[in-house]
């Protein structure tokens, strides 16, 4: 198997994966709501989903390697949510909060440092 091959298998996996959890999440919410979501919503939701990713990844690689990294780390993803305000705030609390579970722990930061590999 080519390495095209092997991507192209590891991103249509992802792709299935992404799919079957948007479906688990819409038909809990629509069981919520006493309705329903059609199977071509649900694709039409991973497809807008997945388009997104595409979009984030590419500006935390460009983000990680304007700053001279090779490693996305947090300070790239907090730097992500710059547009939204309360979306940065619920992350930036999130990060301290793991922060501060880490060093509680007297683990440490570890090998990885807070980062997050590529």
Do not use: Y
């Not at 619920?90 to 722990?105: I, S």
């Amino acid at each position: 198997m080519s390495q095209q091959e092997g991507e192209d298998s590891a991103r249509e996996k992802l792709k299935a994966a992404l799919w079957f959890s948007i479906g688990k999440l819409v038909d809990e919410e629509a069981g919520l709501l006493n309705t329903t979501a059609t199977p071509q919503f649900i694709g039409a939701m991973s497809e807008m989903v997945w388009a997104q990713l595409e979009t984030v990844a590419i500006d935390l690689e460009a983000f990680s390697r304007h700053a001279g990294r090779t490693t996305i780390t947090t300070d790239d993803v907090l730097l992500m949510t710059r547009k939204n305000e309360a979306l940065q705030g619920m992350m930036r609390d999130f990060v301290e909060a793991e922060k501060a579970k880490t060093t509680a722990g007297g683990k440490g930061k570890g090998k990885s440092g807070g980062r997050v590999k590529k």
